[in-house]
Structures are given as structure tokens and as C-alpha cells.
């Protein structure tokens, strides 16, 4: 998780008095507490949840089609899971689409279009934080699964073999 954070900060580091600011908008001179505030975040966060999902869906082989492919939403998280074969690369890419493009790019692209703000920052790495687990799978896979290999999941259990 820190490793995650620390990328996302010095991807924005540029602009790192708007992260300032998102740390004095929420404290100001003291804690504000009213009721929109959280509802906005507690949306914001279900609405980041569901686009991270979605991301690692859209790189799972024949997500529209496949009866193998599930996801969904528990107390602890989001999730997508599917018994697939699918290659080493292919494992690595579902699993780090959601961290380059909500904590590297999308902020890039708000920077870019001089659109960044606190939220932007706190959502980022907010998702840097929350990757922090599809990273640790792949550093695993990178580390354990010979090149060439196939992957497969069973449920909480991860098979590869080799091609």
C-alpha cells in the first residue's frame, strides 16, 4: 500500500499543493462534519469500486460472453474472478490495468487538461492504496510463474502450468 501511494505522490508530484489543499479542505480550521460531505465520498468511493472492477473485467478474456467470468461487490471489496486459462501476461495486465489507469494516468490526464484537484488526488490514491493486493499478485506471478506459463483460477486457489 505504501509502495502504491508513494508512485501515485510522485506521479503527481507536480502538483503536490493540491494534495496540501485536499488535506486542508478536509480539516480547515477544524473537522467539519455535515452530511454531504461524506455522501459525496461514500459515492465517489462505490462509484471508484465499481470503474477499478470494470477495468480489471474489460481485460478478462471474453468478459461479455464468458460464463466463467464473475464479479461483484463484498464487505471487503470488489472483486472479478475467472477459471479462464489465461497467459502470464494477460494475468499481469488484468491485474495492473486499474492501478496505471486510475492512480497514473487519470490524474495525468486531469493535470493535463489543468483540471486536477484534491478530489482527483484523494481518489488516486485512494485506488493506490486499494491495488495494493492486484500489485502484490502480480510481483507473485512475475516472480513464480515461468514465462510462457497459463494461469488459472479456483476460486481463492491460483494453478499455472506450463506451455
Known sequence: MVLNATITLFAISPIRSWVIGLGE????????LNFIVPAVGIV????????????????TPNFPKSKKTHWGITFFGGFVSTTEEISKSRFILISIAPFIALS?????LFIAFNAFNGYIAFFAILNALGSSVDILNVLIVTFQ?????RIINNGFETYFKCS
Open 25 to 32: 479542505m478536509m480539516l480547515g480550521d477544524g473537522i467539519v
Open 44 to 59: 465517489g468511493i462505490s462509484v471508484y469500486l465499481i470503474i477499478h472492477e470494470l477495468l480489471h473485467a474489460v481485460f
Open 145 to 149: 510463474v515461468p514465462n510462457g506459463g
Open 104 to 108: 497514473l494516468a487519470m490524474p495525468a
